[in-house]
Antibody, heavy 117, light 107 residues
Framework: QVQLKESGPGLVAPSQSLSITCTVSGFSLTGYGVNWVRQPPGKGLEWLGMIWGDGNTDYHSALQSRLSISKDNSKSQVFLKMNSLQTDDTARYYC???????????WGQGTSVTVSS | DIQMTQSSSYLSVSLGGRVTITCKASDHINNWLAWYQQKPGNAPRLLISGATSLETGVPSRFSGSGSGKDYTLSITSLQTEDVATYYCQQYWSTPFTFGAGTKLELK
């Protein structure tokens, strides 16, 4: 069955960078895109960006200078990197499979990231 | 960027009642509209795609409608397990965008 699982550092110091890995199973990364979505505590969902099956990427307009999404098809892993973290980047970060016609049909359970010194 | 506006942040609802949640896009999105349900502590769950297509396993009391810029999620005969926050999302063009969410609360 389709599964996605995020793994991240938990705690990041201000101004440092964040790296999160999304490991998928049950589908091929060449056939589906993967989105990154975050949710600050008590707030709504914010789309960060995605990597398509062909490796092309799209990013949130205001965050694209700080974001990088890449993947390793052979390892079924997608990577999110965000630079220059601040306290308002504290959130739960999700990866979600993209079905072109249906939206985000499968989600990981998310990984919590706190930005604090 | 296409902005998605959910007119109500909160809705007070009664068990067994009908609920309507609205979502308006700042530009035409040609029915490339998804609705998600999120319960506390859980990841969002895709309920409806293509504005009107119910995902497998989603109860038939949920339905979606709309076209152009204006879309609606309806729940009939509201059950306790439907109390959650609902988000619309456009996937017509990147950057994809979500509405701010509508939280259902029991009267």
């Amino acid at each position: 069955q389709v599964q996605l699982k995020e793994s991240g550092p938990g705690l990041v110091a201000p101004s440092q960078s964040l790296s999160i890995t999304c490991t998928v199973s049950g589908f091929s990364l060449t056939g589906y895109g993967v989105n990154w979505v975050r949710q600050p505590p008590g707030k709504g969902l914010e789309w960060l960006g995605m990597i398509w099956g062909d490796g092309n990427t799209d990013y949130h307009s205001a965050l694209q200078s700080r974001l990088s999404i890449s993947k390793d098809n052979s390892k079924s892993q997608v990577f999110l990197k965000m630079n220059s973290l601040q306290t308002d980047d504290t959130a739960r970060y999700y990866c979600a499979r993209d079905d072109v016609r249906r939206g985000m049909d499968y989600w990981g359970q998310g990984t919590s990231v706190t930005v604090s010194s | 960027d296409i902005q998605m506006t959910q007119s109500s942040s909160y809705l007070s609802v009664s068990l067994g009642g009908r609920v309507t949640i609205t979502c308006k896009a700042s530009d035409h999105i040609n029915n490339w509209l998804a609705w998600y349900q999120q319960k506390p502590g859980n990841a969002p769950r895709l309920l409806i795609s293509g504005a009107t297509s119910l995902e497998t396993g989603v109860p038939s009391r949920f339905s979606g409608s709309g076209s152009g810029k204006d879309y609606t999620l309806s729940i009939t005969s509201l059950q306790t397990e439907d109390v959650a926050t609902y988000y619309c999302q456009q996937y017509w063009s990147t950057p994809f965008t979500f509405g701010a969410g509508t939280k259902l609360e029991l009267k």
